[in-house]
């Protein structure tokens, strides 16, 4: 069974600009999660799909959004980019149902913000 | 609030040593224990996990035993590998609010010399 997969592996961007990641979850699962890792913070929930509804949400400003489609593809959008945006974004799928469930992770993103 | 806590590191240990990264959590509830691995530049593999008080996770050698009554989940490797070296994340996942937030721990840097 193929993983998770992200798209791009690697990304520069100049503050200001906009940005849209994407992630592919294992075949089967409904769940898609996003988190942000920095040296500084370290990993932080950014938000939850499920089902192509926002079923949960970090504490991150709205420049942070996201969506599912119906083959439970998701993708995450940045927009108006700071220097602090800069960091490994990684998405996880899972199936959705009991908290019990494992989360797989993609390989991330990652991206550069001059 | 929920939260992780894991001993800070880096954790320097010659091959064939015996291991312990220190793990304790503060949450309401049961909630499920996760250990990640993460190699360098890459996202994060699930090495091991407990959904409920007195399991013990286990894989690769490495071992960890949900303790509800010490708030704990110390994971522990008999005998080192210079391929172990990499990033380890302690995480919970509540069991209510149907979410599938994970909370993780600032993670610990354990390096195994030959």
């Known amino acids: 069974k193929a993983g998770v997969t992200q798209t791009p592996r690697y990304l520069i961007k100049t503050r200001g600009q906009q940005v849209t990641l994407s992630c592919s979850p294992i075949s089967g699962h409904r769940s898609v999660s996003w988190y942000q890792q920095t040296p500084g913070q370290g990993l932080q929930f950014l938000f939850e799909?499920?089902?192509?509804?926002?079923?949960n949400k970090g504490n991150f400003p709205g420049r942070f959004s996201g969506r599912q489609f119906s083959n439970s593809r998701s993708e995450m959008n940045v927009s108006t980019l700071e220097l602090g945006d800069s960091a490994l974004y990684l998405c996880?799928?899972?199936?959705?149902?009991?908290?019990?469930?494992?989360?797989?992770f993609g390989p991330g993103t990652r991206l550069t913000v001059l | 609030g929920d939260s992780v806590t894991q001993m800070e590191g880096p954790v320097t240990l010659s091959e064939e040593a015996f291991l312990t990264i220190n793990c304790t959590y503060t949450a309401t509830g049961y909630p499920s224990l996760f250990w990640y691995v993460q190699y360098p530049g890459e996202g994060l593999q699930l090495l091991l996990k407990?959904?409920?008080?007195?399991d013990k996770g286990s894989n690769k050698g490495f071992e960890a035993t949900y303790r509800k009554e010490t708030t704990s989940f110390h994971l522990e490797k008999g005998s080192v590998q210079v391929s172990d070296s990499a990033v380890y994340f302690c995480a919970l996942r509540l069991s209510s609010g149907n979410t599938g937030k994970l909370i993780f721990g600032q993670g610990t840097t354990l390096q195994v010399k030959p």
């Open positions: 996880a799928s899972s199936l959705g149902l009991t908290y019990t469930d494992t989360q797989y």
């Open positions: 407990a959904t409920k008080a007195d």
């Open positions: 799909y499920f089902s192509e509804t926002q079923r």
